[in-house]
């Protein structure tokens, strides 16, 4: 069973820093891409950054380019989501996704249960 286990969430001033952390697991399976979403009160989740495993470089959303860096430890299988320069904006409940297959099955979508991020001004 495919687990995504989330941490590094808290309540910062703006200007700080934070690093979520999220570990994959799951046996035999074949991982494609990793990344974050947000979701804010009363808004609907959007993409924050994510990782195609295959290769590429990283993609994020505008309003986080230039302050977040998205990384990915192979060897712990665990991505990570360095947040610089954190804004009020920013404040959202964060979750780690995950895109994989067990070996001769179709792909899914998997999800963390999600890390709270509050940033005052």
């Known amino acids: 069973q495919v687990q995504l286990v989330e941490s590094g969430g808290g309540l910062v001033q703006a200007g700080e820093s934070l690093r979520l952390s999220c570990a994959a697991s799951?046996?035999?399976?074949?991982?494609?891409?990793m990344g974050w979403y947000r979701q804010a009160p009363g808004k609907e989740r959007e993409f924050v950054a994510g990782?195609?495993?295959?290769?590429?470089?990283?993609n994020y959303v505008d309003s986080v380019k230039g302050r977040f860096t998205i990384s990915r430890d192979s060897a712990k299988n665990t991505v990570y989501l360095q947040m610089n320069s954190l804004k009020p904006e920013d404040s959202a409940v964060y979750y780690c996704?995950?895109?994989?297959?067990?070996?001769?099955?179709?792909?899914?979508?998997?999800w963390g249960q999600g890390t709270q991020v509050t940033v005052s001004s």
């Open positions: 799951g046996g035999a399976i074949i991982w494609y891409a």
């Open positions: 990782l195609n495993l295959s290769g590429g470089s990283p």
């Open positions: 996704y995950a895109r994989a297959s067990r070996i001769g099955s179709p792909a899914y979508d998997y």
